[in-house]
């Protein structure tokens, strides 16, 4: 007969049973809790991904309602004042006004409504990346408390500065590592070639929202898209020198966008005096300082070829007319066969006390403006270009080491316009920020 199994039942053996217990407990108990946080902090990140989500989604909203809005207010006030001033001046250059403004309003209100319904529909959309990397704060970090920066150079610095702003205006509820500093001085506006065909200066939008913000002042003057930087040169002087005399304790700021750069280079050459003492800088924008290329295209060589007949009568009678209507002295401006050799030239007899700053914009033609898209076409481009200027060609050469060059960012010729999509409030900011950090303005 088989005898039962016995067991120990001494203290020591119970003892033994019972620690060994405890330790398949506290083992489970251990793995457990790891599947546990590993579930929770899965779950807790969909809920965060889709509260950020969520917010981004409604930031949209808000900012295109908001566009909307603006576009519709700015459109009507504007009208109105053009069908007064036709009615009071019935003219067919007013007329003309009136038309351009209803086209534009048309235009911008219509785009204004379509991002607005987009925005509602489209609850997919990513947004930016709000994690900013190591190398990343530690720039934000340090331009905020103005430290120096060496191994990073201004164009990367920038392009930080930029990116932290323009992710601030497109989600409010982010709160940007940088401020606004406030800064005493006023903001020249100068445009380019396209600005007669619309209806404010360029970047008026972003100096509103500056003023609006933190009090900062600007005007535009008036000069002539089509005309020749000797032209232009001389408008600027009458109404700056008109300013300045009204506010003789205020120093200006130049932002020139296209053509309007190679005119406010040429009134500085020509006003070193006055520039030293009232202007603090110039920071331009797409425009072309080393001149462009373009007209080297065919349909800017017939008319070149016009001037071949020089002799003719024909051409003496148009040529002498005021308005240049065969665009010899305009060409001449931006060509880069003039422009390339006027810096070389003139670039030491810029006021010295100014700083210069450069900004290029690039762009595929899917992503530009319709009528960028239209200029991509005609003026073909081998290099990266905005549908207009050259990207290569909107910065400083390498022998005006006063030049400090912003590089190069993603957008076409037109963002300037008000009914532009591109944050060129974020832009204006982001040149304060930098100058600041420098110690250019103050």
Not at 190 to 216: C, M, W, Y
Not at 326 to 352: G, V
Not at 379 to 400: C, H, I, Q, R, W
Request: some cysteine; overall charge positive; hydrophobic content about 35%.
């Amino acid at each position: 007969m088989r005898s039962s199994p016995k067991f120990d039942l001494s203290i020591s053996s119970m003892t033994k049973f019972y620690s060994l217990k405890k330790g398949f407990e506290r083992i489970s108990s251990i793995y457990m809790t790891d599947l546990d946080i590993r579930l929770n902090r899965k779950f807790y990140d969909k809920i965060n991904t889709l509260k950020r989500r969520t917010s981004e989604y409604r930031s949209r909203i808000v900012r295109s309602k908001s566009f909307l809005k603006s576009a519709s207010r700015l459109s009507k006030k504007d009208l109105q004042l053009k069908v007064q001033g036709l009615k009071e001046r019935p003219t067919p250059k007013e007329a003309i006004f009136l038309l351009r403004n209803l086209l534009n309003s048309g235009v911008w209100i219509g785009r204004s409504s379509v991002k607005y319904i987009h925005s509602i529909v489209d609850f997919t959309s990513k947004g930016d990346n709000e994690e900013l990397t190591p190398a990343q704060r530690s720039i934000l970090k340090r331009v905020q408390q103005l430290n120096d920066i060496d191994e990073y150079d201004e164009e990367e610095i920038f392009k930080c500065i930029y990116d932290e702003m323009e992710y601030s205006h497109y989600y409010p509820e982010h709160k940007p590592l940088l401020t606004v500093p406030e800064i005493k001085c006023t903001l020249v506006l100068i445009p380019g070639v396209f600005n007669e065909l619309f209806s404010s200066a360029a970047f008026e939008r972003a100096a509103q929202h500056l003023q609006d913000k933190t009090g900062i002042k600007y005007f535009a003057p008036k000069v002539n898209g089509f005309k020749a930087c000797s032209h232009n040169s001389k408008l600027l002087k009458e109404q700056i020198d008109e300013y300045v005399e009204k506010h003789p304790n205020e120093k200006l700021w130049l932002i020139c966008y296209s053509k309007g750069g190679l005119d406010a280079l040429h009134y500085l050459k020509e006003n070193t005096e006055l520039a030293n003492d009232k202007i603090l800088g110039i920071s331009t924008i797409a425009s072309p300082i080393m001149g462009s290329d373009h007209l080297n295209h065919k349909v800017i060589k017939f008319l070149n070829n016009v001037h071949n007949f020089s002799d003719t009568k024909m051409y003496k009678l148009l040529d002498n007319r005021s308005d240049d209507i065969l665009a010899k002295e305009f060409q001449q401006s931006i060509s880069s066969t003039y422009q390339r050799p006027w810096l070389r030239k003139n670039h030491n007899e810029l006021p010295e006390n100014l700083f210069y700053t450069a900004l290029g914009f690039e762009s595929e033609w899917y992503e530009s403006h319709l009528w960028m898209v239209l200029t991509k076409a005609i003026f073909k481009s081998t290099m990266k270009n905005d549908g207009v200027v050259d990207a290569e060609n909107s910065l400083y050469p390498y022998y005006f080491d006063r030049g400090i060059n912003l590089g190069i960012m993603r957008g076409h010729h037109l963002v300037g316009t008000r009914s532009s999509f591109f944050c060129q409030e974020a832009l204006l900011e982001s040149l304060i920020i930098f100058l600041h950090y420098r110690g250019l303005v103050s």
